[in-house]
């Protein structure tokens, strides 16, 4: 549990729009945010003050109980419109009752902020991360009456927010209310922590359609997935380690399954360029800057091969298959583990049985598929993969054994096969190959059973194709929670809630 609060931001055009989503916006708000500067010109003409001073009075008028942010941003600041200095002190000047302000600090000193309760002084930089950070927050310490100081970074690597959260722990040794945030999409994490390291606030939107700055999250996901405000600096803390994170929804599994077993534990998206500098400056026991509990995290494209360079131990499943997707932190050591493997397969023997001598065909000569077919030869399948590289299917030649096939070439049907596995991204939503399949339904004639490790969309087209000659499919859902539900078991030794996990898979997906 910590004391800090949620900030749900509120971007409206219109003073009815305004009303509506200052009341949305107030179920799950500690503080609302109101941007004057998203208004429309003819609602908002910022020289006509009288005007201007009726539409403030009208919006005031929301029905809430919650504090009312006030803030007038200017565009290169990150606001909705180009505002010259007098329009700003304009606005300031006005003044409302009870009401919190965020002002940048050219205007703080000129306008009547005492109007204002409590006063943010607020720096945004949407270009980076500069080096100067203290310098910044030294400036916006030294005026006079601000509250709380707020400073908003690009983060272009998620090793920016890292100084962020050092300025966060100089500020409560100085007895500074701060307000830390690292903006992007590699910044996620510092929006989901901050308030467990001490940060007065964190800001939030009030749906997927309206963030107001890079990378903001959900109110209701800040709530009800990652727990920001029962956090604190003891939780325990689990991550996705991947260049892009957005669109996964390992967060919501893992959360879940924190939440159902009551830890005090977070899973949190943390989107890495460089791995090895992650690794030492926020992971290595032995050699991160940032004093928090970090116990494990999943890892995923592109860094799966390149992890393996930096743990103390690999086990044999993730040796055999030539790359890690869970790594263990205990004590001050790195342990890497695989866990596609297990995941895979146990959905598969659920609906098929024994696979003793079945003769499975795999799609794809990735990740995935070295980790379909290490688990297929443990179970004494015959294998053939279908690869569009030669390279790498000589690769599964040599590691494995197995016979290959050019996936480019007009394949024979496939009646020959019992199973189909899928483990390219054909059908997927993401890229442009939802309409696409490795196999149409002509060719699955007489197949025993279809999967395909695609999860979104939830149904993909070739199941359709395999529906429609009445084969059985399974989807990637059932491995993706069965990968992750193992990865439960190596951090927490706990037995993992598959039934909530898949749920929370499955809300997303379909949000
Ligand atoms: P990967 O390492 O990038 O491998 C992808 C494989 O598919 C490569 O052999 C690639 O060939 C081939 N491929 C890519 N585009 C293709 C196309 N248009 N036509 C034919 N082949 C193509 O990726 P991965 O990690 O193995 O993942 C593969 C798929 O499995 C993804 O859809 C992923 O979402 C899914 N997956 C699901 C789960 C789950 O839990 N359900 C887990 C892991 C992966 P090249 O080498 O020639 O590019």
Redesign the pocket.
Known sequence: MNNGKICVSVCAETVNEFIEKIEQAAKNADVVELRFDCINAEEFDCLKIKKLDLVLSQIFKAKTDKPLLSTFRPKEQGGKRKLSEQERLNFWNMGYDSCWADLEPDVFENSLYWLYQPRICSHHDFSGTPKNLTQIYNQLKSIDCVDIIKIAVQADDVIDGLALMKLLERAKAENRELIPIAMGESGVWTRILGLARGAFMTFASLDEESATAPGQLTAQEMIDVYRVKELDETSEIYGLVAESVAYSVSPQMHNAAFKFHKMNAVYVPFAVKNLEEFIRRMVNPKTREIDWNFRGFSIT?PHKIEIMKYLDFVDETARKIGAVNTVKIEGDKLLGFNT?AD?FIEPLKNAYGDLNGARVAVF??????RACVYALQRENANVTVF???SE?AKSLVVDFGVETQD?QSQIEPLKNFDVIVN????G?KKGG?EN?T?ATAEQLKGVGLVYD???NPFETRLMREAFSVFAPTIG?LA??VA?AAAQQKIWTGKDAPVKEMSAAALRKLQS
């Open positions: 494209i596609d995941g794809g000569a990735g990740g995935a598929a690869a569009r590289n790498k996936l483990a390219t991204p054909l997927m190959l696409e490795p490790l695609v999860y990637g491995m993706l990968q």
